[in-house]
């Protein structure tokens, strides 16, 4: 906990990112700009290791669980979301899956597990299979999506024939919590796929589901924000951009000003990207501690962040949309009793 909160970080992942993952040709394009985009995110704050290097870690569940919880981390909880960027990597999804889940298995009472899949890479029925036995099986709370794929693969959030159908399924489950990665290209995609527009019609044909819209979208992080101040169920979440806290402090002001200022603290949701962020904890003290410069207050009408705001922004608003209480101990206890962990036995 921080100063008394919870603090639960919305988005961490195992990712795979070896050379012999990466399908091609999209690997060749994707994996130089992955790297040079985290050096851009990290400089004068955590070194990288070499290209040559980084792009030979391999995934280890473990490790990144510890990279969250370890070395005397305030955050009590974390979302492991799966990744289904199936088109980008080579590996099955399937065990893309599982090695996500695993995560719910080194810390069961601690990790809450968001699955995923692709109505276009896996078909409707293929994924509404993978939300059946993500939710039924393996526990889900939460389903992520990307629309957003090269050579002619992207799909819209508001296609009542590839979407809705997956929406509904979820609903079906008891499952009302969508999560949409925008802005924030990873490689070939299309950046108009990455717009968050089609979010608008699937929101107001789902009330009962609620969606958060990753990485602001950026760069259309002003449509996002406009979507969230209208609409009752949409959320924003700060992964990735808030890692520039540091890098660039002005820049991320004027993005968390603009989302305080129209959709309030109760519409946005702080998350790590971890391990694409070395150290969970790190990047907490920094983005916890930052506030509006009073020049931008002044000049931009943006509100002062209070310890409320941060009390929200950082646990309470993610507790409230999954139905947990906001204490620690028996979120643990109910988290931990709805693990399901029989598919992977």
């Given amino acids: ?36 985009h985290l050096k851009i995110l990290k400089e004068e704050v955590e070194e990288l290791p070499p290209a040559d290097e980084f792009f030979q870690i391999p995934p280890d569940p473990e490790g990144v669980v510890d990279k969250i ?25 399937e065990d893309n899956i599982r090695r996500v889940h695993q995560m719910t298995q080194v810390r069961p009472d601690s990790i809450v597990f968001a699955g995923g899949t692709d109505p276009v890479l896996r078909t409707v029925p293929g994924a509404l299979r993978d939300i059946t036995w993500q939710i039924e099986d393996l526990g889900a709370r939460s389903i992520k999506l990307y629309t957003a794929h090269a050579y002619g693969n992207s799909w819209r959030m508001d296609d009542a024939d590839v979407c809705y159908p997956m929406l509904q399924r979820m609903l079906e489950l008891d499952c009302n919590l969508v999560q949409v990665h925008k802005g924030d290209p990873q490689g070939l995609e299309p950046l108009l796929d990455l717009m968050p527009d089609d979010v608008h019609r699937a929101a107001l044909d789902f009330p009962e589901m609620n969606f958060i819209v990753h990485h602001l979208a950026f760069p259309f992080d002003d449509i996002a924000i406009d979507l969230a101040s209208r609409l009752p169920n949409v959320y924003l979440a700060m992964s990735t951009w808030i890692n520039m806290v540091k890098t660039a402090p002005v820049e991320t002001a004027m993005r968390l000003g603009k989302a305080l200022r129209w959709c309030t603290p109760e519409k946005i949701i702080w998350g790590s990207e971890t391990p694409l962020w070395p150290s969970a904890q790190h990047l907490l003290d920094l983005s916890w501690d930052f506030q509006i410069p009073t020049d931008l207050q002044a000049g931009w009408g943006f509100p002062e962040i209070t310890e409320e705001d941060r009390s ?34």
């Fill in 312 to 345: 929200l922004m950082f646990g309470g608003n993610l507790l409230r949309l999954l139905g947990l209480p906001d204490d620690p101990d028996r979120i643990r206890t109910e988290i931990g009793g709805s693990q399901r962990r029989g598919a992977l036995q």
């Fill in 1 to 36: 906990m921080r100063n008394g909160n919870v603090v639960f970080d919305l988005v961490v992942h195992v990712h795979n990112l070896l050379n012999s993952n990466f399908a091609e040709p999209a690997g060749s394009v994707a994996q130089p700009f992955k790297y040079e």
């Fill in 69 to 93: 919880f370890g070395g005397g981390s305030q955050i009590d909880f974390a979302m492991a979301q799966v990744v289904p960027l199936f088109d980008l990597f080579v590996e099955d999804p």
